[in-house]
């Protein structure tokens, strides 16, 4: 399934110095202020240029998109507008909420600790985390909780869980939402997707690398491939280049998103990044750099249930298959994500937007990847 690809990062790229107030200390940042489109895919930009016109004409305030063939950027740019008050323009540079991109984040720390021998995908998570309850209806695992087969409850139907302004300082304080709630299933019986199953995945990790998750993301999986954009969405702290998040009434008028804190959920849904920064975690993962290729074949494949087979679902450990490609969604309060990799061609999109849903009036994205595919 997991081809080796040529181990070359990004090329051609400005890194000037600045303080990354978010991080709270100097970083070099990778500047994509002037990506020449390739002419190599020139019909396929265009293609894809379109597909993105179809959003701004349904009223998106702001897109983003990235492409990457070969291990190299080919494409990106930005649509509209990052700020509508301010008449601030989309820019490759522009940060935006990427919601559920967290969770294959997430499960690439997962994977480095697993193969340093820190966890064990199948014991009870309380040896990780003794204060979690232990539920009534079964023992949860990591590898449950990766594949969303733990029986963790996902958000309220109302959705009010959805819009926390409570800030938490520490992801373990963060599972008070959730721990004492009965689970919804027995564990292993079925898949039921659950940002709560991810939330105390992450402070699994925590726990076991006796770094806080931030922390741990940041040393372990970010610096490595050089994801200078992505950060964690404290909303008290300067963040350069971030978008306005937007939602849109019910009677069809744009307003200012209401304010939430996700600190609560950072391991499921609670980072900023560019569509560029998401090209180079694409090829990061799949070109072998950060985790083994045996690792990698672990987490794209559904999980092994107690009776040895495959579960019946086309989610491994903390990534989704779209026909021959891998990748998320993610959805948050202003913003939506589409994030694919092609491992076969080497090719990478990433496709996000400052508007709740954003993505949803299009389904025509999904075909992006494939006019990059079949031009390479």
Request: aromatic letters at 10%.
């Amino acid at each position: 399934m997991i081809i080796q690809i040529r181990k070359i990062l990004l090329a051609g790229l400005i890194l000037p110095f600045f303080l990354n107030i978010a991080w709270g200390q100097p970083a070099f940042i990778d500047r994509f202020d002037s990506v020449t489109p390739s002419s190599e895919y020139e019909s396929a930009i265009e293609n894809a240029r379109e597909q993105i016109q179809v959003l701004i004409d349904n009223g998106a305030p702001g897109v983003s998109i990235a492409v990457g063939v070969d291990q190299q950027l080919v494409w990106a740019e930005g649509f509209g507008y990052a700020n509508i008050e301010n008449r601030t323009p989309v820019t490759p540079l522009t940060k935006f909420r990427v919601g559920s991109i967290a969770k294959p984040m997430t499960s690439i720390a997962m994977a480095l600790l697993y193969e340093q021998g820190l966890l064990d995908l199948d014991a009870p998570i309380q040896e990780y985390v003794s204060y979690f309850p232990v539920k009534e209806k079964g023992a949860v695992t990591l590898r449950l909780l990766a594949s969303h087969r733990a029986g963790i409850r996902h958000y309220l139907p109302d959705g009010s869980d959805f819009l926390i302004t409570k800030h938490y300082d520490d992801a373990k304080d963060g599972l008070e939402v959730f721990m004492d709630d009965p689970l919804i299933a027995v564990p292993g019986d079925r898949y039921s997707y659950s940002s709560y199953g991810y939330n105390l995945l992450g402070v699994i990790l925590q726990e076991a690398s006796g770094q806080d998750y931030v922390s741990l993301m940041r040393e372990q999986v970010f610096s490595p491939l050089s994801l200078t954009a992505t950060v964690a969405d404290h909303t008290d702290y300067i963040i350069e280049d971030r978008a306005a998040p937007y939602t849109r009434r019910e009677d069809g008028l744009l307003r200012n998103a209401p304010y939430v804190d996700n600190s609560y959920k950072i391991p499921s849904g609670g980072f900023l990044s560019t569509p560029s920064d998401l090209v180079k975690f694409g090829f990061g993962v799949f070109n072998g750099s950060i985790i083994k290729n045996e690792t990698l074949e672990l987490l794209l494949s559904p999980p092994i249930m107690s009776n040895g087979e495959l579960a019946d679902q086309n989610y491994g450990l903390g990534w989704l298959q779209f026909g021959e490609w891998y990748g998320h969604t993610g959805g948050s309060v202003g913003g939506h994500t589409l994030f694919m990799v092609h491992p076969e061609h080497d090719v990478v999109l990433a496709v996000v937007c400052n508007l709740s849903n954003c993505l949803s009036v299009n389904p025509q994205l999904l075909e992006i990847g494939d006019f990059f595919v079949n031009e390479n």
